[in-house]
């Protein structure tokens, strides 16, 4: 069993930075594909950014293309998302997601295993 525990969100500015973090524990980080997915009251979930555990490939959503880096250590069993340029529409709660399917999505039906969230708010 996989378990995710997110940590990094807070309330900030437009324009500031803020870096997620998602620790893994239950399996080798290896052993999973990551990804990261938001959800703002009211909304769908959306899939914003997800990495390969083979080739550290990644892909990302078009609202946080060129703003948010999703990256990992192996060594830290540690996945992180890095913020930049905040915009009020980034306003929701985060989620890690794990899977084990061999393509990276950013589809939440490809995930297995979820954390319990960190509620980033940007606002002025």
């Known amino acids: 069993q996989v378990q995710l525990v997110e940590s990094g969100g807070g309330s900030v500015q437009p324009g500031a930075s803020l870096r997620l973090s998602c620790v893994v524990s239950?399996?080798?980080?290896?052993?999973?594909?990551y990804a990261w997915f938001r959800q703002a009251p009211g909304k769908e979930r959306e899939g914003i950014a997800c990495?390969?555990?083979?080739?550290?490939?990644?892909f990302y959503g078009d609202s946080v293309r060129g703003r948010f880096t999703i990256s990992r250590d192996n060594a830290k069993s540690t996945v992180f998302l890095q913020m930049d340029s905040l915009k009020p529409e980034d306003t929701a709660v985060y989620y890690c997601a794990a899977g084990r399917q061999y393509l990276i999505s950013l589809r939440a039906a490809y995930y297995d295993f979820w954390g319990k969230g960190t509620l980033v708010t940007v606002s002025s």
């Open positions: 239950g399996r080798p980080l290896e052993s999973h594909n």
């Open positions: 990495i390969s555990t083979s080739d550290d490939s990644t």
